[in-house]
């Protein structure tokens, strides 16, 4: 399969614990993008990278959030001191960016986060 | 900051009957409109965009979608429905306001295809 990959699938843990989710976007792809969708929501942009420069982050992220994406490849993206308000789908989504008009977002199947 | 509505949280149809699935759109200049589908246990998938040129959009799977500048909307339909287009529909937009390229979604609509 060459699409978007994201690991874990599900993640339960305990408030105030760190999580780490991984994404490989389609290979290739230049642009990567962090979304969060709750029950009933569409997806809620959370950040963005060109390459292995993040050019935006929502003001909705705190500094409890970060993301990597080292050597323009995959991404990680880090929870750190986890509230039960952080549990959500996780998506990544990927794209070859070439111009504005043509760019098209491939998404991964999420990771599921519960924070008990 | 650009955003999309969709009105109906649930959209019901019998198969072989016409769909409509209905958006609508506030922006700052010209529009970038985008419908993605996501079906259970799987990403969301692109079906169509609107970018300029023709008001009727033709996508994936026979769906296509009407721009209505007037109106600010564009409705996803079908001409007729299959079961296997029961899932989860979602309109989105380009914000180039906030947040550089990214998209802004709807809060999408579920549509049941009933046989």
Redesign the interface.
């Known amino acids: 399969d060459t699409g978007v990959s994201q690991d874990p699938r599900h993640k339960i843990t305990k408030r105030g614990q760190n999580v780490t989710f991984r994404c490989d976007p389609i290979s290739e792809h230049n642009h990567l993008y962090w979304y969060r969708q709750t029950l009933g929501q569409g997806p809620e942009f959370l950040t963005y990278f060109q390459n292995e420069a993040q050019l935006e982050k929502s003001r909705l992220l705190s500094d409890r959030f970060s993301a990597e994406r080292p050597k323009g490849s995959f991404s990680t993206l880090e929870i750190q001191r986890t509230e039960q308000g952080d549990s959500a789908m996780y998506l990544c989504a990927s794209s070859l960016f070439l111009d504005t008009k043509d760019e098209k977002l491939f998404f991964g199947s999420g990771t599921q986060l519960s924070v008990l | 900051a650009q955003s999309v509505a969709q009105p109906e ?1 649930q959209v019901n149809v019998a198969e072989g009957n016409p769909l409509t699935v209905k958006c609508t759109y506030s922006v700052s200049g010209n529009p ?1 409109l985008f419908w ?1 589908v996501q079906y259970p ?6 079906l169509l ?1 609107y ?2 040129g023709d008001n009727l959009v033709k996508g994936s799977y026979g769906f296509e979608a009407e721009f209505n500048k007037s109106q600010t909307s564009f409705h996803l339909k079908k001409p007729s429905a299959l079961v296997s287009d029961s899932a989860l529909y ?1 309109c ?1 937009v ?2 180039f306001d906030n ?10 609509t579920r549509l049941s295809v009933l046989p």
Do not use: C, H, S, W
Not at chain 2, 41 to 46: M, T
């Open positions: 949280d970038y993605y246990n799987r990403g969301l998938q692109f965009k970018i300029t979602f989105a380009r914000d947040y550089g390229q990214n998209f802004v979604f709807g809060p999408g």
